[in-house]
Structures are given as structure tokens and as C-alpha cells.
């Protein structure tokens, strides 16, 4: 049979269609390395698709067709904006995998990330186990504990397909005014150098050899994490949130940064920029910061991140200038924007500055480079779409009894007995009747503080699942004992009802940023009335639960012993296995306890150093036999 030279043509060129569908593009073989698969795709997309991926936008906004029309690259859910209340793990996983179909209808079917702030445990999602706060586990200096944390929050977000958290924090706290302090795990730098090995907990052990800065995530049981708040954020002038940190370039390098060396060796993901300034310069707009020391220096070759409405926020009033913000915070070196709500005034403008060559397009291939390496390496384009086999990890027991340890590694004591020969921990089991008093004992959301279920945290005990100190109490005492909750009694009723001891459980409301500054640092009311009760009149135990060091000084001699219990979390019956005395205290101080406010900021080798409990201060008990 003979063809004319046109028909042969064509069926040429039909043959090679066909055998350009049969083989994948080279950025979708996951045989390619990654670098050859950016490459691959890059080549590929417009500049309208390039800023799409450095775009990160609210859940609520995040419709599929909305997705799919800005070619969005990442999807944030704010804590309390599950997809409804007490959600079950499946529902999280449908709502995720709804809003993935429009990356996925999209010509290069780049998948979109999820990320959340899990700072500590999935503690967005109902029935979750809550972790510590940092603050607390800084007391264990238990790096491997931290570790094992991580692991079980990774799981814990892939239970509701989350593949990526906006955590660790892992700034130094100097001044417990700050609101964020108890995101900090210490003011002392290498403490927190330390608790960066939850880093590799949530993104698994980096491999031996695999190069410097490039981030590294392990498989399906891990996600990706970022630190924060790239930098100083911690050594702000008299603690404020999103202040300012007025210190030279040696103290920064010295105190604030260490820790983020550790980080980008351990393969982190990304960088998340603080709100505030440095010498009255906003890091989001610090070229010198970000790209000079960040990229450079420390050869970080992640995403770095603006803070949610972050580049809004570096001006007066926020949003003033957007244009300037734009471009200042793309030209510092900001790769992906939380923005999280304005998403087509954000792409509008930066496509402008752009094309108007304000921003060149090497700073935009730059982000979009790391935007994708990050994604490739967590598998992405892989596996996309969550499956539901993790669904059963949400709260397991063994997690829980993991955060259960955690809170009795994170205690610590420090006062027991009115003299050295009298202490009165650990408590007896088998006494007739305890008096369990304060607004702390039976409240997991003042258990969990911040950062749980809610964005400013919560009250009382029916957004999730836990076990308060009181609860906890009563698991563990005698059969025989009786167990007498009472808010805030008179003295006349602790008088008059023949307690053998009481254990009085008080402290600080949720707080979370900048709804946390604190001049006074006082426990709430009727704390410092419940302890005057309670104790002028039995024997009695007093429990903190707090965010930070608080005012004690003016209670101290009253009372019969102090445990500082921090931000514990959901599993409260660790504070009871260690007050009973199954296991011991071992906790010690990672922040200085002040004696007065006026004393602030405060820290291990100031000259003036005077105070009510120093820094690695704890008193050591053994369990009892």
C-alpha cells in the first residue's frame, strides 16, 4: 500500500504525539531528582502560575475554583477553622481533599500544601492529643522526648491530611512579658538548640551526606516544619510582641540565631519572618536579614515565609502603602506570602512590579525554585491527596501517654515544706479527705492555654477531649479517700471540714501574641484570694499553671509547697502521677523566676541577678516505693 508524503506526515506526527503522551513529563517522574524536576517545570509555567504558587490563602477563601484560577500554591487553616466543630478526622481529610481538586484540574497540576500552626500536638483538631507548651518541655532538656513529640504530631496531622506546620517556635525568650513567651522553650540559646531535635521528630532523621540547607522530609508519617520567627523575636525592648529589638549584630548572631544553624542542618522545610523590627528596621522588609545572612550565610535553601498579613503590617497603619510592602518584603528575600484573605490585590500588585520590572523576574524564578523544591520533597506530586489511613492516630493512647510523660518531665518543684524536715510531697493516697480548690483544676482549656481549638485558646472542658487535675486526682487516690471540689472557699468552709491537705490549682487565662503582653504578671483573680483561703488555714500544695514565670513572692511564705506545671496540655493526670508520687520531680528551671516585675528583663548572667527561684533551679524528689 502506498501513502502520499502528507498523509505519511501526518501519521508521523500522530506517532509522535502518541508517544509523547505515553511518557510522563520529566517534572511528574519521581525517578528525576528533584532539582532536574523544578528545572523541568519551571520551564513550563507563566508568570501568572509562578505567583499563584508563592500565594498562601485562608481556608475559608479556599474554593476549589478559587484554587484553581489563581493557581494557588499553598492553603492555611487558622486554629478554630476546622471544618466545623468537634470534627472527626475523616471530615478534616474530605474538606482538604476537596480544595486539592482545583490544583489538580489545573494545565500543570501542581498540588497545593496545607499547613496550620500545630505548636504543640494538632491542636486545631478535636479529640488530639495537646502537648506541653514549649516552656515546659524546655524544662526536661529531654531532646529526645521532644523528638518523639514531633513524630506523633506528624501523625497526628496526617490524620486529618495536613502536611505541614508552622512550628517549631524557636525563639529565646528574654523578658516573660512577652505574650509568646511560652512558645519559647528557654531564654538560654542552647536549650533551644537542643529542642530543635523535634525537627527531626516531625520530618524524620536527615540522611547522612544530604546537603546543606536542602530541606528533607521522610515519607508519608512525616510533614514538613517551619521555624519561627526568623529573628530576635524573643529580645524585643521590655517584651513587647511585635516590637522592637534594639541590640547589635553580634548579640543577634549570638543569642537569637544559633539555634536556626541547627535547624537548617536538621533539613528543615521553612523560615517564618517575625513582625517585628531590629533596630527599627522590619525584618519582612530586611534584605541584609533575609537574603544576605538567611539564603547566604546560612545557606538555607527552603521557603521563607511572611507572617500572616505580615508584609501588610510594615507599615503605619497596616496596609497604608501595599504596593511598597510588596515589593520591599519579594526584594528582601519573602518567597511565600500568608496573605491570608487579599489574595487577588497581593497577585495583582506583585505581577505589576514585576512586569513594570520594579521586582526582577530571577527574585520571582528564586521563590518559585524553593516553593517547588519543598514540594517535591514531601511528596506531593506523588500523593496530593490524603488518604484516610491515618485517620485512627488522631488522640491515640499512645500518644496520650506521651504527652503524659511529658507533663511529668516538665514539672518542677519549687518549694516543699515550711522547713527542709517537714515537705509534704508527695502527697499520700490514703488520707480521709482532700480539698481540690482553684479556677485551674477542672478547666482543660486553662490547662491547654493558647494555641488550642482556638486562636486565643479556650474555657472549660467541651471543645476536646483530656483529663484535668481533678479528674486526674480522683483516678489516683485511695478508694477510701475523699475528693472535695471547691472553687474558691471561704476559710470558714476549709475550717470546718477537716481536710488532711489541699491542692490548690491557679494561674493565668489563654493568651496567644500580642493578647499576652503583661506588665504585671499576675496570676487572675480569685487565684491570689483561693491560695490566702486555703492555705492560712491546712496544709496545702499550690499548682501553676502559666505561660511564663508569674508574681509569687507576696504567697511564698504561706504556702506548704509550689509546683510550677506550665502550659500542661490535655493529659493532666501526669501532674497527679508526680504530686502522689509514682514518679519523681526532675524538672528544672529553663527561665529565671523573678521575684518583682521591676527586676524585668532578667536573665542567668546579668550583673543584677537577684532572683526568687535562679534558672536551672528545681528540687529533685524520688518516687515513691
Known amino acids: 500500500m502506498k ?22 513529563e520529566i517534572y511528574k517522574d519521581s525517578k528525576q531528582p528533584p532539582e532536574v524536576r523544578i528545572k523541568a517545570l519551571m520551564k513550563r509555567m507563566t508568570l501568572e502560575e509562578k505567583i499563584g504558587q508563592m500565594t498562601i490563602i485562608e481556608r475559608d477563601v479556599a474554593t476549589p475554583d478559587v484554587v484553581k484560577k489563581y493557581f494557588i500554591g499553598g492553603v492555611m487553616i487558622s486554629v478554630g477553622n476546622g471544618p466545623r466543630p468537634m470534627a472527626s478526622a475523616k471530615e478534616w481529610v474530605d474538606m482538604l481533599n476537596h480544595i486539592q481538586q482545583g490544583a489538580l484540574s489545573t494545565r500543570l497540576r501542581i ?53 505541614y506546620t508552622l512550628a517549631p517556635d524557636i525563639a529565646v525568650c528574654r523578658d516573660p512579658r512577652w505574650g509568646r513567651c511560652y512558645e519559647s522553650y528557654s531564654e538560654d540559646h542552647t536549650i533551644v538548640q537542643k529542642m530543635t531535635e523535634i525537627i527531626s521528630g516531625l520530618q524524620g532523621d536527615i540522611p547522612h551526606g544530604h546537603p546543606t540547607g536542602v530541606p528533607f522530609v521522610s515519607g508519608k508519617t512525616k510533614v514538613a516544619s517551619c521555624v519561627k520567627n526568623f529573628v530576635g523575636d524573643g529580645g524585643t525592648v521590655d517584651g513587647v510582641d511585635e516590637g522592637n529589638t534594639a541590640i547589635d549584630y553580634e548579640e543577634l548572631r549570638r543569642i537569637h540565631m544559633p539555634q536556626y544553624y541547627d535547624s537548617i542542618r536538621k533539613g528543615v522545610v521553612s523560615v517564618l519572618l517575625s513582625y517585628t523590627s531590629w533596630n527599627g528596621k522590619r525584618v519582612h522588609a530586611n534584605h541584609a536579614l533575609v537574603t544576605n545572612v538567611l539564603k547566604k550565610k546560612m545557606k538555607f535553601q527552603g521557603m521563607v515565609l511572611a507572617e500572616w498579613s505580615g508584609l501588610d503590617r510594615m507599615t503605619t497603619p497596616p496596609h497604608s502603602n501595599y504596593t511598597y510592602s510588596v515589593e520591599a518584603g519579594i526584594l528582601a528575600g519573602v518567597d511565600m506570602v500568608i496573605v491570608p484573605y487579599n489574595y487577588s490585590e497581593f497577585i495583582t500588585t506583585l505581577t505589576s512590579l514585576v512586569k513594570n520590572k520594579y521586582i526582577p523576574i530571577s527574585r520571582i524564578d528564586d521563590a518559585v525554585h524553593r516553593i517547588l523544591r519543598a514540594k517535591f520533597v514531601m511528596g506531593l506530586f506523588e500523593d496530593p491527596l490524603a488518604d484516610y489511613s491515618f485517620t485512627g492516630k488522631l488522640g491515640s493512647q499512645e500518644h496520650r501517654e506521651l504527652a503524659r510523660d511529658a507533663v511529668r518531665k516538665s514539672l518542677v518543684l519549687l518549694k516543699n515544706g515550711k522547713s527542709d524536715d517537714d515537705p509534704l510531697l508527695p ?7 482532700i480539698l481540690v480548690a482553684g479556677t485551674h483544676a477542672h478547666d482543660l482549656g486553662y490547662q491547654c492555654g493558647g494555641w488550642s481549638m482556638r486562636w486565643q485558646g479556650f474555657r472549660g472542658n467541651n471543645l476536646t477531649v483530656g483529663t484535668t487535675i481533678l479528674t486526674a486526682v480522683r483516678n489516683t487516690v485511695g478508694s477510701h479517700t475523699k475528693v472535695v471540689y471547691e472553687e474558691n472557699p471561704d476559710p470558714e468552709f476549709v475550717k470546718s471540714n477537716k ?121 529533685t524528689t524520688q518516687p515513691r516505693k
Open 499 to 619: 481536710f488532711s491537705y489541699a491542692i490548690v490549682v491557679v494561674g493565668e487565662v489563654p493568651y496567644t501574641e500580642i493578647h499576652g503582653d503583661s506588665r504585671n504578671l499576675t496570676i487572675i483573680e480569685p487565684g491570689p484570694r483561693t491560695i490566702k483561703n486555703v492555705c492560712g488555714a491546712i496544709k496545702c500544695v499550690v499548682v501553676i499553671i502559666s505561660g511564663r514565670p508569674v508574681v509569687m513572692e507576696p504567697y511564698i511564705e504561706g504556702i506548704d509547697a509550689l509546683v510550677a506545671a506550665w502550659l500542661p496540655g490535655t493529659e493532666g493526670q501526669g501532674v497527679a502521677d508526680v504530686l502522689f508520687g509514682d514518679y519523681g520531680f526532675t524538672g528544672k528551671l529553663a527561665n529565671t523566676w523573678f521575684r518583682s516585675v521591676d527586676q524585668l528583663p532578667m536573665n542567668v548572667g546579668d550583673p543584677h541577678y537577684d532572683p526568687l527561684f535562679p534558672f536551672g533551679f528545681g528540687i
Open 111 to 163: 498540588p497545593t500544601v496545607y499547613t496550620t500552626c500545630a505548636v504543640h500536638g494538632n491542636n486545631d483538631a478535636y479529640n488530639a492529643t495537646i502537648f506541653p507548651h514549649n516552656i515546659g518541655l524546655g524544662v526536661s532538656r529531654d531532646a529526645n522526648l521532644v523528638k518523639r513529640i514531633g513524630a506523633a504530631t506528624a501523625l497526628e496531622l496526617r490524620a486529618t491530611g495536613i502536611q
Open 427 to 433: 502527697l499520700s493516697k490514703n488520707v480521709t479527705k
Open 3 to 24: 501513502f502520499s508524503v502528507p498523509v505519511t506526515c501526518v501519521l508521523l506526527l500522530c506517532f509522535w504525539a502518541g508517544q509523547t503522551e505515553a511518557q510522563p
